[in-house]
């Protein structure tokens, strides 16, 4: 690996970081980015039992629920365009219970 892709990852990681700050702290659901998909970890996900919608979704529909053990896991069910969060009303049963959401944008 060359110092351009180490510099990308990095520089991709703290993008993860920064948005997923933005959604936790305004109860948001993670939107996975295409790029972004091999680098998400459940750390990342908004821990949310509902879900605010941003401004610029026009619909947010929850979807189906998986339960995830690990961030290989989460990677292995993630689909670039969708919105996850953890939903910790659920408890733990060998994992945490990632919500998926379906995503309109204007």
Do not use: C
Not at 23 to 45: F, I, N
Not at 71 to 82: C, F, N, S, W, Y
């Amino acid at each position: 690996m060359n110092e351009m892709e180490l510099t990308d990852l990095h520089n991709r990681r703290a993008n993860i970081i920064t948005v997923s700050n933005l959604a936790k702290a305004h109860g948001y659901p993670l939107l996975a980015w295409p790029e972004d998909k091999q680098l998400l970890r459940l750390a990342d996900l908004p821990r949310l039992v509902q879900a605010n919608k941003p401004i610029n979704w026009t619909h947010l529909e929850p979807g189906i629920y998986f339960i995830v053990a690990n961030d290989q896991a989460l990677r292995d069910i993630i689909k670039p365009g969708k919105a996850y969060a953890i939903n910790p009303a659920l408890g733990q049963f060998n994992g945490s219970y990632v919500q998926e959401y379906k995503v309109t944008t204007r």
